[in-house]
């Protein structure tokens, strides 16, 4: 059974940094493309960011130039790297994959989020 699991979250103060990990596991054949998103309460969940297997990029207006999405295809997984955080990231954070399992066809799958709170 795939499953993905997001770490890395918690509680920063504004112009902090904290790094997200999401890891794949289960029996695998191949991941496309793995992706972050954020829901704030009361929002809709958004894209925040991709990466595909070949390591392009794709990044909401909103957090360009502060964050950085990665992966290691290795070990099946993506960070998001977050910096200079403002309050307006406050949200859950999930991870997606564009995956197929062993014997499966192409799906995607989602972690089970992970709570970034910016506050001083």
């Known amino acids: 059974q795939v499953q993905l699991v997001e770490s890395g979250g918690g509680l920063v103060q504004p112009g902090g940094s904290l790094r997200l990990s999401c890891a794949a596991s289960g029996s695998i054949r191949s991941i496309n493309y793995m992706a972050w998103h954020r829901q704030a309460p009361g929002k809709q969940r958004d894209l925040v960011a991709g990466?595909?297997?070949?390591?392009?990029?794709n990044y909401a207006d909103s957090v360009k130039g502060r964050f950085t999405v990665s992966r290691d295809n290795a070990k099946n997984t993506a960070y998001l790297q977050m910096n200079s955080l403002k309050p307006e990231d406050t949200a859950v954070y999930y991870c997606s994959a564009t995956l197929i399992p062993v014997g499966g066809q192409w799906s995607n799958y989602w972690g089970q989020g992970t709570q970034v709170t910016v506050s001083s």
């Open positions: 990466i595909n297997s070949a390591g392009s990029t």
